[in-house]
Protein backbone atom coordinates (compact mmCIF):
# COMPACT_ATOMS: atom_id res chain seq x y z
CA UNK A 1 0.00 0.00 0.00
CA UNK A 2 1.98 3.32 -1.45
CA UNK A 3 -0.71 5.68 0.27
CA UNK A 4 0.81 8.89 2.22
CA UNK A 5 1.89 7.97 5.57
CA UNK A 6 2.23 10.34 7.95
CA UNK A 7 4.27 10.43 11.29
CA UNK A 8 4.08 10.38 14.49
CA UNK A 9 0.00 9.49 14.35
CA UNK A 10 -0.28 11.37 17.64
CA UNK A 11 2.26 13.93 19.39
CA UNK A 12 1.77 15.57 22.92
CA UNK A 13 3.82 18.80 23.31
CA UNK A 14 4.27 21.05 26.88
CA UNK A 15 3.63 24.74 25.70
CA UNK A 16 6.94 26.20 23.91
CA UNK A 17 8.09 23.21 22.58
CA UNK A 18 9.10 22.19 18.80
CA UNK A 19 6.53 19.63 17.06
CA UNK A 20 7.58 18.38 13.88
CA UNK A 21 5.25 16.38 11.68
CA UNK A 22 6.19 14.36 8.85
CA UNK A 23 4.62 13.33 5.65
CA UNK A 24 5.80 10.93 2.71
CA UNK A 25 3.84 11.64 -0.36
CA UNK A 26 1.92 8.58 -2.49
CA UNK A 27 4.73 7.14 -4.94
CA UNK A 28 5.24 9.12 -8.06
CA UNK A 29 3.81 12.06 -6.31
CA UNK A 30 5.73 15.14 -5.72
CA UNK A 31 2.98 17.94 -5.20
CA UNK A 32 2.67 18.20 -0.84
CA UNK A 33 -0.20 20.03 0.58
CA UNK A 34 -0.71 20.27 4.46
CA UNK A 35 -4.01 21.01 6.10
CA UNK A 36 -4.95 21.87 9.53
CA UNK A 37 -8.08 20.62 11.36
CA UNK A 38 -9.17 22.23 14.72
CA UNK A 39 -12.24 20.68 16.33
CA UNK A 40 -15.83 21.14 14.51
CA UNK A 41 -14.45 23.15 11.58
CA UNK A 42 -13.18 21.72 8.22
CA UNK A 43 -9.98 21.94 7.00
CA UNK A 44 -7.92 24.67 6.06
CA UNK A 45 -4.85 25.09 4.15
CA UNK A 46 -1.72 25.86 4.92
CA UNK A 47 1.03 25.39 2.50
CA UNK A 48 1.76 23.24 -0.97
CA UNK A 49 5.31 22.46 -1.84
CA UNK A 50 7.30 20.84 -4.62
CA UNK A 51 10.47 19.48 -4.02
CA UNK A 52 12.63 22.22 -2.57
CA UNK A 53 10.21 24.92 -3.27
CA UNK A 54 7.60 26.13 -1.37
CA UNK A 55 4.84 27.19 -4.12
CA UNK A 56 2.18 28.72 -1.99
CA UNK A 57 2.05 29.44 2.04
CA UNK A 58 -0.84 31.76 2.34
CA UNK A 59 -2.73 29.78 4.80
CA UNK A 60 0.24 29.52 7.11
CA UNK A 61 0.26 31.71 10.05
CA UNK A 62 3.42 34.08 10.03
CA UNK A 63 5.32 33.64 12.92
CA UNK A 64 6.39 30.14 14.34
CA UNK A 65 5.37 27.91 11.35
CA UNK A 66 7.78 26.55 8.67
CA UNK A 67 7.33 24.30 6.04
CA UNK A 68 10.15 21.94 3.57
CA UNK A 69 9.77 19.30 1.10
CA UNK A 70 13.30 18.40 0.77
CA UNK A 71 14.83 16.78 -2.57
CA UNK A 72 15.33 13.55 -0.26
CA UNK A 73 12.98 12.42 2.58
CA UNK A 74 9.67 13.45 3.46
CA UNK A 75 8.03 16.22 3.87
CA UNK A 76 8.32 18.20 7.27
CA UNK A 77 6.24 20.88 9.08
CA UNK A 78 7.58 22.34 11.93
CA UNK A 79 6.03 24.61 14.64
CA UNK A 80 8.56 26.19 16.83
CA UNK A 81 7.21 27.15 20.76
CA UNK A 82 3.74 25.60 20.06
CA UNK A 83 0.92 26.96 22.22
CA UNK A 84 -2.57 25.59 23.39
CA UNK A 85 -4.53 27.08 20.39
CA UNK A 86 -1.95 25.24 17.78
CA UNK A 87 -3.78 21.62 19.17
CA UNK A 88 -5.54 20.26 15.74
CA UNK A 89 -5.41 17.12 13.36
CA UNK A 90 -2.55 18.46 10.53
CA UNK A 91 -3.16 16.67 7.44
CA UNK A 92 -1.02 15.99 4.54
CA UNK A 93 -1.99 15.64 1.22
CA UNK A 94 -0.14 15.14 -1.95
CA UNK A 95 -1.05 15.13 -5.95
CA UNK A 96 1.04 13.73 -9.03
CA UNK A 97 1.37 17.16 -10.25
CA UNK A 98 -0.43 16.71 -13.65
CA UNK A 99 -3.01 19.45 -14.52
CA UNK A 100 -5.59 17.21 -15.42
CA UNK A 101 -7.09 17.12 -12.10
CA UNK A 102 -6.92 18.61 -8.35
CA UNK A 103 -7.59 15.44 -7.01
CA UNK A 104 -5.03 15.18 -3.53
CA UNK A 105 -4.86 12.38 -1.49
CA UNK A 106 -4.92 12.80 2.15
CA UNK A 107 -2.77 10.74 5.15
CA UNK A 108 -4.35 9.89 8.73
CA UNK A 109 -3.15 12.33 9.45
CA UNK A 110 -0.84 13.91 13.22
CA UNK A 111 -3.03 14.83 15.88
CA UNK A 112 -1.13 17.46 17.98
CA UNK A 113 -2.22 17.94 21.29
CA UNK A 114 -0.60 21.11 23.48
CA UNK A 115 -0.19 20.44 27.16
CA UNK B 1 -14.71 34.83 5.05
CA UNK B 2 -16.12 31.23 4.12
CA UNK B 3 -15.96 30.49 0.42
CA UNK B 4 -17.20 26.81 0.49
CA UNK B 5 -20.26 26.84 2.92
CA UNK B 6 -22.74 23.15 3.82
CA UNK B 7 -25.51 24.36 5.96
CA UNK B 8 -25.96 21.21 7.07
CA UNK B 9 -24.11 19.89 10.18
CA UNK B 10 -26.02 17.02 9.96
CA UNK B 11 -28.38 14.33 7.91
CA UNK B 12 -29.95 11.21 8.76
CA UNK B 13 -31.50 9.07 6.25
CA UNK B 14 -32.52 5.54 6.55
CA UNK B 15 -31.16 2.52 4.76
CA UNK B 16 -32.06 2.11 0.93
CA UNK B 17 -32.98 5.81 0.62
CA UNK B 18 -31.64 8.49 -1.61
CA UNK B 19 -28.86 11.12 0.87
CA UNK B 20 -28.56 14.42 -0.29
CA UNK B 21 -25.62 16.28 0.18
CA UNK B 22 -25.57 20.40 -0.61
CA UNK B 23 -22.47 23.11 -0.95
CA UNK B 24 -22.66 26.16 -1.65
CA UNK B 25 -19.65 28.32 -3.04
CA UNK B 26 -18.91 32.08 -3.25
CA UNK B 27 -16.06 32.27 -5.38
CA UNK B 28 -16.54 32.18 -9.24
CA UNK B 29 -13.37 31.63 -9.87
CA UNK B 30 -13.66 27.90 -8.75
CA UNK B 31 -13.95 25.88 -11.45
CA UNK B 32 -13.80 21.92 -9.96
CA UNK B 33 -15.06 20.79 -7.17
CA UNK B 34 -14.27 17.45 -4.71
CA UNK B 35 -16.33 15.34 -2.07
CA UNK B 36 -14.38 13.69 0.29
CA UNK B 37 -15.73 11.40 2.68
CA UNK B 38 -14.00 11.08 5.98
CA UNK B 39 -14.48 8.53 9.42
CA UNK B 40 -13.00 9.64 12.35
CA UNK B 41 -9.30 9.56 13.00
CA UNK B 42 -8.76 9.17 9.81
CA UNK B 43 -7.60 10.77 6.86
CA UNK B 44 -10.41 12.20 4.12
CA UNK B 45 -11.17 9.93 1.20
CA UNK B 46 -11.33 11.19 -2.20
CA UNK B 47 -14.93 10.30 -3.35
CA UNK B 48 -16.09 12.11 -6.67
CA UNK B 49 -14.97 15.29 -8.44
CA UNK B 50 -16.87 17.51 -11.06
CA UNK B 51 -15.70 19.79 -13.65
CA UNK B 52 -17.12 23.75 -13.68
CA UNK B 53 -17.49 22.08 -17.68
CA UNK B 54 -19.85 19.39 -16.79
CA UNK B 55 -23.28 19.80 -14.72
CA UNK B 56 -23.11 16.33 -13.33
CA UNK B 57 -20.94 13.83 -12.79
CA UNK B 58 -21.89 9.53 -11.82
CA UNK B 59 -19.67 7.02 -10.12
CA UNK B 60 -21.62 4.33 -9.14
CA UNK B 61 -24.16 5.37 -6.25
CA UNK B 62 -22.99 8.24 -6.06
CA UNK B 63 -23.48 11.60 -8.59
CA UNK B 64 -22.43 15.08 -8.23
CA UNK B 65 -24.73 17.69 -9.77
CA UNK B 66 -23.20 21.41 -10.49
CA UNK B 67 -25.52 24.62 -10.73
CA UNK B 68 -22.65 26.92 -11.87
CA UNK B 69 -25.50 29.89 -12.12
CA UNK B 70 -26.86 29.04 -8.29
CA UNK B 71 -22.88 28.42 -6.99
CA UNK B 72 -24.51 24.86 -5.87
CA UNK B 73 -23.34 21.52 -5.37
CA UNK B 74 -24.85 18.57 -4.17
CA UNK B 75 -23.90 14.70 -3.75
CA UNK B 76 -26.33 12.16 -3.98
CA UNK B 77 -26.05 8.87 -2.47
CA UNK B 78 -28.32 6.03 -3.62
CA UNK B 79 -29.33 3.67 -2.28
CA UNK B 80 -27.79 4.63 1.16
CA UNK B 81 -25.93 2.18 3.37
CA UNK B 82 -24.69 1.75 6.91
CA UNK B 83 -21.53 2.08 5.88
CA UNK B 84 -22.10 5.49 4.03
CA UNK B 85 -22.35 6.96 7.92
CA UNK B 86 -19.61 9.57 7.88
CA UNK B 87 -18.47 13.09 7.83
CA UNK B 88 -18.41 14.37 4.04
CA UNK B 89 -17.25 17.72 3.26
CA UNK B 90 -17.37 19.40 -0.26
CA UNK B 91 -13.78 21.19 -1.59
CA UNK B 92 -13.28 23.61 -4.55
CA UNK B 93 -10.40 24.84 -6.38
CA UNK B 94 -9.19 26.34 -9.57
CA UNK B 95 -7.11 26.79 -11.88
CA UNK B 96 -5.70 30.73 -10.40
CA UNK B 97 -5.83 28.98 -7.11
CA UNK B 98 -2.21 26.72 -7.27
CA UNK B 99 -4.39 23.57 -6.79
CA UNK B 100 -4.51 24.40 -3.22
CA UNK B 101 -8.56 22.99 -2.10
CA UNK B 102 -11.01 24.83 -0.09
CA UNK B 103 -13.50 23.22 2.24
CA UNK B 104 -16.79 23.20 3.55
CA UNK B 105 -17.63 22.32 7.07
CA UNK B 106 -18.28 19.42 6.60
CA UNK B 107 -22.02 17.49 7.29
CA UNK B 108 -22.36 14.69 9.61
CA UNK B 109 -24.64 11.73 7.82
CA UNK B 110 -25.86 9.12 9.82
CA UNK B 111 -27.73 5.88 7.57
CA UNK B 112 -30.05 4.21 9.73
CA UNK B 113 -30.27 0.65 9.24
Known amino acids: NAGVMQNPRHLVRRRGQEARLRCSPMKGHSHVYWYRQLPEEGLKFMVYLQKENIIDESGMPKERFSAEFPKEGPSILRIQQVVRGDSAAYFCASSPGEAISYEQYFGPGTRLTVT | DQQVKQNSPSLSVQEGRISILNCDYT??????FLWYKKYPAEGPTFLISISSIKDKNEDGRFTVFLNKSAKHLSLHIVPSQPGDSAVYFC????????????FGQGTTLQVKP
Open chain 2, 27 to 32: NSMFDY
Open chain 2, 91 to 102: AASGSSNTGKLI
